[in-house]
């Protein structure tokens, strides 16, 4: 993605923006499984002391997180896993393919990571020759297509099915022109069998990570993590290290909170946990903070450690909805990618916590209950304070800062801009003017509050 | 330092003041512990894509699976009562990849969930983890009495269980990534028959 390393958000969105009926339709696709997610919670009376208590349950977690990893980790050992540390993206990659070029192995097969996605490990083993297939069917179609995923669960809802079919004809042999989704999975089917069959290695992610008995688990759809995981003579688990929860019952908070959160359906087919390895193979953990631990220590950003992913901030943000995933060129999109991007990288992602409307939705369909928006605004002043401000609202804001520190210059910028909203809008809706691509334009108030005191006053004499 | 410890002291020196864990009994009391267990598991299950079948017992279990899988095919049969098909622990110390040709695999459930559709399974009742994943179509066999309303009596009932893998299934293998339309039988089986026993 080195073409749009240098874009911020606003210019990766207009250019999702060019294709309008796209646009419509992955605007109405997102909200339709966020309607889902209405159905679904609304089904259970407890469902708001559930995000509740999942919320507290992170609370605890994070607040004790350093014995819980320790307890994770004596457990995790005791069940005949090994255990590895990685400070960063670096050493989570280095460790990885130190495991597999020990063991003489250069393909391995990989399930849902989206922290493999954070630290570019797919092109990290490339680069030394370890050919990587992904086995989740969305994230193999943008692989093949050589795209990021564009949701953390969807991982190519950007993608109409014909082209889809263009890229199976391409890679996969399917009959040019197909585009039934029912074919198409075959074709992956069939594929992605023979790659389960013929791989050494198998590298998940991890939902959660239970202390208490030292065992993960795994939630998918495809069964692809359990097809990989159970063949493969080593199963590598990349974990975040904020992925842990203290008890199993807790996993009854949890998994009753994550599917019906992300698309609406009751559980995931497969929660998998993963305790001891099978006879004669490896189970490797490897806990990756890279950056989790700076974030634990910002008070203002430290209830996004407690995400479990399901991607519902996404699906109800009108912003992300619009403006596509690949426009937050970040690994984690949407509402909490724009709170985990800047703590990795301030500069690179100022741009990221101002693409939001800070409507609310987030926080409210959040599962764990964190305060998105609130977060999104926080980041806003402390990009701003640390003069990382992106190009477009410095621009803008310096107008501003101008206008409002002369009192007389306020009250004619105004009357100016209300009289070009509403005789000239398209001098506004332009792409001349900064702000618009970043927020809709209010109707112009027939008068302002000045005006309007003014008047006022002038009618009580 | 290690990574490890370095990790461990940025942690300790980051954590806020210590929150409490959360009491889980009013949660657990607002849950639903209801009746119909049967009728509710059978309308998720269906509408997770499960055939749920209620039989009087295994000679019924038979027929059905009698006249749904054609006789040659490769069946690996969990349940001691279903004998006719190749007895997993025959098969159990056979290269995994080797189950790549079955076509139908049953194994027994001892607890399944009316909220969701969930069937728990350990190593125990799977004998080869790969199995119920690596078969074309996957039956289960769950007495009636073993069914609770949600996932919070599924984990009482587990408690403290030792195992080395377990799963939760809930349905046939499926995906919806192309364009939200949904496909059964993405990567596991492409079918799952849920039989419930008196
Ligand atoms: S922030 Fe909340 S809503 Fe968004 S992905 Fe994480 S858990 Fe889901």
């Not at chain 1, 790659?195 to 795994?218: D, M, P, Q, S």
């Not at chain 2, 954590?15 to 309308?43: H, I």
Request: aromatic content about 8%.
């Amino acid at each position: 993605m080195s073409s749009t390393a240098t874009k911020d958000h606003a210019e990766l969105a207009a250019i999702f923006n060019r294709d309008e009926p796209r646009v419509d339709w992955h605007d109405e696709t997102l909200w339709w499984v966020r309607a889902k997610r209405d159905i679904a919670a609304q089904k259970l009376p407890e469902w708001e002391l559930l995000r509740e208590t999942a919320s507290q349950i992170k609370n605890n977690v994070l607040s004790n997180l350093s014995s819980y990893l320790e307890q994770f980790e004596a457990n995790a050992i005791k069940n005949g896993a090994i255990v590895h540390w990685a400070a960063n993206a670096e050493e989570h990659n280095q460790i990885i393919h130190k495991l597999l070029s020990e063991r003489g192995i250069n393909r391995m097969v990989k399930s849902k990571s989206m922290l493999t996605e954070e630290c570019h490990l797919n092109e990290f083993l490339a680069q030394r020759g370890v050919d990587v297939i992904d086995s989740d069917l969305g994230e193999r179609i943008v692989q093949l297509a050589g795209e990021p995923p564009s949701h953390i669960v969807l991982p190519c809802i950007h993608k109409k099915k014909e082209e889809i079919g263009d890229i199976f004809h391409e890679h996969l042999g399917s009959a040019k022109g197909e585009s039934d989704p029912k074919i198409l999975t075959e074709t992956a089917r069939q594929h992605l069998r023979e790659v389960f069959l013929t791989r050494r290695a198998a590298l998940t992610g991890v939902n959660f990570a239970i202390a208490e008995t030292g065992e993960f688990v795994i939630c998918t759809n495809e069964g692809n993590a359990d097809m990989g995981a159970h063949l493969a003579e080593i199963h590598i688990a990349s974990m975040g290290m904020e992925k842990i929860i203290p008890e199993r019952k807790h996993l009854g908070v949890f998994l009753r909170l994550l599917t019906r959160s992300a698309t609406g359906q009751p559980i995931t087919t497969y929660s998998s946990h993963f305790a001891k390895p099978q006879d004669g193979k490896e189970v490797h953990i490897v806990i990756v903070d890279n950056g989790r631990s700076i974030q634990l220590g910002r008070e203002d950003f430290r209830n996004s450690l407690k995400c479990i992913r399901c991607g519902a901030c996404m699906n109800t943000c009108p912003v992300y909805r619009k403006s596509g995933g690949h426009s937050y060129h970040t690994a984690v999109a949407g509402p909490i990618g724009s709170i985990l991007a800047p703590n990795l990288d301030m500069k690179k992602y100022a741009d990221l916590p101002f693409a939001s409307t800070l409507c609310g939705s987030c926080s409210n369909v959040c599962p764990v209950k964190i305060d998105i928006h609130d977060q999104l605004y926080k980041w806003r002043q402390v990009i701003v304070q640390a003069g990382y401000t992106p190009t477009a609202k410095t621009i803008a804001m310096k107008g501003m800062a101008f206008t409002l520190a002369s009192p007389a210059l306020y009250r004619a910028a105004g009357k100016m801009g209300r009289l070009t909203f509403k005789y000239a809008p398209f001098a506004v809706n332009n792409g001349a003017n900064p702000w618009y691509k970043h927020r809709e334009m209010p109707k112009a108030p027939e008068q302002s509050f000045g005006e309007w005191y003014a008047k006022r006053k002038e009618q009580k004499k | 330092m290690s990574s490890r410890n370095k990790i461990l002291a940025a942690v300790k020196a980051n954590q806020f003041s210590y929150a409490e864990l959360p009491d889980l009994k009013m949660l657990n009391t607002l849950t639903d512990t209801g009746d119909n267990l049967v009728e509710r598991y059978t309308a998720v299950g269906t509408a997770g894509g499960s055939f749920v079948y209620e039989v009087a017992d295994y000679d019924a279990i038979k027929a059905i699976l009698q006249k749904e899988f054609k006789p040659g095919v490769k069946i690996i049969s969990g349940v001691p009562e279903l004998d006719e098909y190749t007895n997993v622990e025959d098969v159990k110390h056979e290269l995994s990849h080797s189950f790549a040709d079955v076509e139908l695999c049953i194994l027994p459930s001892n607890l399944g969930v009316a909220e969701n559709g969930a069937l728990w399974l350990t190593e125990q009742q799977m004998t080869v983890r790969v199995l119920p994943f690596i078969a074309q179509h996957l039956a289960i066999v769950i007495n009636k009495d073993n069914l609770v309303p949600t996932m919070v009596q599924a984990y009482q009932t587990i408690g403290d269980a030792k195992y080395g893998y377990g799963a939760f299934i809930s349905g046939p293998s499926k995906t919806a990534d192309i364009e939200q339309s949904l496909v059964i039988g993405a990567h596991g089986p492409r079918s799952l028959s849920v039989f419930i026993l008196p």
